[in-house]
């Protein structure tokens, strides 16, 4: 199983990016699937999650307003938009699931979301 993180890059305070983490998975469906980040020399933290069938979402209070998470579980891909974005939003940026227990996949490479004027 694969999870493969897209859509970063460098922009400026203030922009937007849309990040994509497809899923190589029958069983996405099944999962409530998040986004989760990690800046340099910090913790991995939660930014937002999304429940299996997509009615239901949470934010880390610093992206509250700015970002929204959503899903389509016929593509098996779960996705991030980011507007307003602030200098601390810097990191790399990787997909898994959010659920009471151990994910079963792997985490992968990530996407780097560099906010730099």
């Known amino acids: 199983v694969q999870l493969v993180e897209s859509g970063g890059g460098l922009v400026q305070p203030g922009g937007s990016l849309r990040l994509s983490c497809a899923v190589s998975?029958?069983?996405?469906?099944?999962?409530?699937w998040a986004w989760y980040r990690q800046a340099p020399g910090k913790a991995r933290e939660l930014v937002a999650s999304i429940s299996s069938v997509g009615g239901s979402t949470e934010y880390a209070g610093s992206v509250k307003g700015r970002f929204t998470i959503s899903r389509d579980n016929a593509k098996k891909t779960v996705y991030l938009q980011m507007n307003s974005l602030k200098p601390e939003d810097t990191a790399v940026y990787y997909c898994?699931?959010?659920?009471?227990?151990?994910?079963?996949?792997?985490w992968g490479q990530g996407t780097q979301v560099t906010v730099s004027s």
């Open positions: 898994n699931t959010n659920e009471p227990y151990p994910s079963p996949f792997y």
């Open positions: 998975e029958f069983t996405f469906s099944r999962y409530v």
